[in-house]
């Protein structure tokens, strides 16, 4: 089996963006400085590596503040940001809080403010449930921001606020799916006003347009990342539109399909903003134990963003 050969094609850029690197050092160094434990409020960010990683070193994971037991402890906020009555009950709670939502995210939270302030009905395109979405949806009153999913969505949605309409996005959508979404909206609601700069980050459109690049070259494609990883399973489905039909998510619980990769002559690896690089070097480790591989780096950019951490931390 060994000497079957493939070729390995590695999307770049893939794993960490800015985002992600900042919040984990938020918890790293929150420890360092209050000492262990930390709570943090949902996963920092989805990754099963990182958040056992995190465990290990003193962090506690928790889905609401109430389920607290120790109070005087601080508890981080996770990356994907959360309503404003999440630090209102925090300080409630007298509780010390470190906000660890992605300044990306934190954008589209204070337009969303100003949109409604000015007087607008809005509309977030986004998938329900996901916390960004909770979170954005949060910033302003109920019944002010109402949830585009699709363009059936668009199809139904009857403007009964009376308002003028503008929309905002979340983070991490298909780059593809959304422009389809927003050329609806746009074409049912020709006044519709636009956020200046668009809201899904350079993190997502970046990893998007490597896969994009090279999933017509590949039998398989492997998206290495979390199922509650928004921006990973849409790497996957990029994946299968743009030429790879045979494309999967490779999380904590998959198994390789070796059988499968055998009759493969080259096969795509990506991973999502949360996954660590540790976890593609162990797939591609396990490919080397059965196949010779070959692999070729595909960049299409260069990113060198970076943000700060907030300064009660330095
Ligand atoms: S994917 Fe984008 S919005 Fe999300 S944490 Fe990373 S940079 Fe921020």
Do not use: W
Not at 124 to 152: A, C, F, S, Y
Not at 182 to 209: H, V
Request: charged share 30%.
């Amino acid at each position: 089996m060994k000497n079957k050969e493939i070729k390995i094609l590695l999307a770049s850029p893939r794993g960490f963006c800015a985002g992600v690197e900042r919040a984990i050092e938020i918890v790293k160094k929150s420890i360092d400085k209050y000492g262990a434990p930390i709570y943090v409020r949902h996963e920092i960010v989805h990754n099963k590596h990182v958040v056992d990683s995190l465990k290990k070193i003193g962090a506690i994971f928790v889905e609401e503040l109430h389920e607290i037991k120790d109070k005087s402890r601080p508890v981080i906020f996770s990356a994907h940001g959360v309503p404003k009555k999440v630090p209102a009950e925090a300080e409630n709670f007298k509780m010390e809080y470190i906000d660890a939502t992605c300044p990306l995210v934190s954008k589209v939270h204070r337009e969303t403010e100003n949109l409604n302030k000015n007087g607008a009905q809005v509309l977030l395109i986004g998938h329900k449930n996901h916390p960004e979405v909770i979170g954005t949806m949060g910033q302003i009153p109920r019944g002010k921001i109402d949830l585009i999913e699709n363009i059936d969505d668009v199809n139904n949605y009857e403007n009964k606020s009376q308002k003028k309409l503008a929309y905002v996005t979340q983070t991490t959508l298909s780059v593809d799916d959304t422009k389809e979404i927003i050329s609806a909206l746009k074409k049912k609601f020709p006044e519709i006003k636009e956020p200046k700069k668009e809201d899904i980050c350079y993190a997502t459109t970046n990893r998007q347009a490597a896969v994009k690049k090279i999933a017509k070259e590949c039998d398989m494609f492997f998206i290495i990342g979390s199922k509650n990883s928004s921006n990973s399973v849409r790497l996957v489905e990029v994946a299968r539109n743009s030429g790879c039909a045979n494309s999967r998510l490779i999380h904590s619980g998959s198994t390789i399909p070796l059988g499968e990769i055998k009759k493969c002559e080259t096969i795509g690896i990506s991973s999502g903003a949360s996954a660590p690089e540790i976890l593609v070097n162990n797939f591609i480790n396990n490919l080397k134990k059965q196949f010779t591989v070959a692999i070729e780096e595909v960049k299409i950019v260069k990113e060198n963003i970076t943000f700060k951490i907030p300064g009660k931390l330095n």
